[in-house]
């Protein structure tokens, strides 16, 4: 044989071996949980490789990186499979990310140093059954750079993302809730998308976000389009950009008393804030305190107050011109603690009925909603206009207490 044939078939073998080399997977051999232990991986470290973990394979000890430039080419864990990227050390994966791919318990990476990850992030991958978690603890930092982050990939798995501290730099999209079942906990930190946080996004998805302190902004957040999606606001904030708020009848947010925050910074203003409130299709819930809805620096704030004294509100003045009241009011606790209510008979109407306003009188600018929907006069007074008909209604302003 010449030794040109003798290098085609050194060649060979070299494509061969990388075929077979193409993943290696855990299991600690060695005995130290050292990702850089080349004995704990059955064909070598996987710096240019997918690494596999399993928590069937290695049941006396899953993988730590305590080095500051550990590298993959993809993770793959399966079967209550861990990973620990510890304080101080950093792993570069320069492919996806999935953790949970098949049925089996919850797979975890617990996040204290710096995991950044080029390709797509799933938590709860492909297969029903499939779970993965993602927890970010006080001084990790993950940097998803790929299209998106989904907890909960597809029908039948399941994902979930805590937030301890820390940085979680999102995907342009993070989804809880594709298609399966997920939850994001925010403990504590900052976390941001530069697209969408979408809660139950897909088909047969259902989301759950609970923020109880830290901060999440993004540029635009849609929940519950395809399934149930709830917020609980008991801390923290959460910023929303230029895309602006998304909601069906899917949807609920919850904020707790004195609690956190919604904060929507697109332009919108008050009235536009409380008309999705009112109006937008979601529920809303402010528990036993009431909702305020302020325009501030960073946009317009909704959150729930513990509910003051709602002093009674004064007509100062009213007129009527073609079949519009024009009301002039002295709201003297704030105007989004005041609605306008009417009866037809004083004496055989049990009750006022709330009635829409407007701020202008304009042909179909007419809504149900609180007085913060209105203009002002020179001398700081509330003005809204009524529409009247040929029967005879009273007006009344009602304070709206909890």
């Known amino acids: 044989m010449n030794r040109y044939a003798k290098q085609g078939l050194a060649l060979c073998a070299m494509l061969v071996s990388g075929t077979v080399l193409a993943s290696t997977t855990w299991v600690n051999w060695g005995g130290d949980r050292t990702w850089s232990t080349t004995n704990n991986w059955n064909n070598g470290l996987p ?3 997918t690494a596999v973990i399993k928590g069937t394979t290695a049941t006396d000890g899953q993988p730590i990186v305590h080095v500051a430039d550990a590298t993959t080419t993809k993770v793959l864990m399966n079967y209550g499979a861990s990973l620990e990227i510890a304080a101080g050390a950093s792993l570069h994966n320069t492919g996806m990310h999935v953790a949970g791919d098949t049925s089996g318990d919850y797979s975890t990476t617990t996040v204290s140093g710096t995991y950044t990850v080029d390709g797509n992030f799933a938590l709860g991958g492909w297969n029903s059954g499939a779970k993965g978690q993602l927890v970010v603890e006080s001084g990790g930092t993950i940097n998803a750079n790929g299209g ?4 909960g990939h597809e029908t039948g798995t399941e994902g979930e993302i805590i937030v301890n501290g820390g940085t979680l730099h999102g995907a342009p ?21 530069s697209w969408s946080l979408r809660v139950a996004y897909g088909t047969s998805s259902s989301g759950q976000v609970t923020i109880n302190d830290g901060v999440i902004s993004v540029k635009g957040l849609n929940v519950g389009a395809n399934g149930p999606a709830t917020i609980d606001f008991n801390g923290g904030r959460v910023v929303v950009g230029g895309n602006g708020l ?17 904060v929507i910074n697109d332009g919108s203003s008050e009235a536009d804030v409380n008309w999705a409130i009112d109006n937008g299709g979601g529920t809303w819930n402010f528990g036993e305190g009431y909702r305020t809805v302020t325009a501030t620096t960073d946009g317009v704030v909704v959150k729930s107050v513990s509910a003051p004294i709602v002093e009674a509100a004064t007509i100062v003045s009213s007129s009527i011109s073609n079949n519009l009241m024009r009301l002039v009011i002295d709201a003297p606790t ?18 006022w009925v709330h009635i829409p306003h407007s701020d202008d009188g304009a042909p179909g600018s007419f809504m149900e909603t609180n007085l913060e929907y209105s203009a002002v006069d020179a001398s700081s007074n509330i003005v809204i ?5 040929q029967n005879q209604n009273f007006f009344e302003i009602e304070g709206a207490q909890p």
Do not use: R
């Open 173 to 193: 999209v993070v989804e809880i809730g594709n298609h399966g079942t997920a939850s994001l906990t925010f403990n504590s930190g900052f976390m941001d998308a």
């Open 246 to 262: 998304a909601q069906s009848a899917n949807a609920t947010f919850n904020f707790a008393v004195d609690g956190g925050e919604l």
């Open 47 to 49: 710096t240019n490789q």
């Open 385 to 389: 206009f009524l529409q009247i008909d």
């Open 334 to 351: 704030g105007p989004n603690f005041y609605y306008p209510v009417a009866k037809s008979d004083l004496i055989t109407d049990s009750e």
């Open 148 to 151: 998106w982050l989904i907890a």
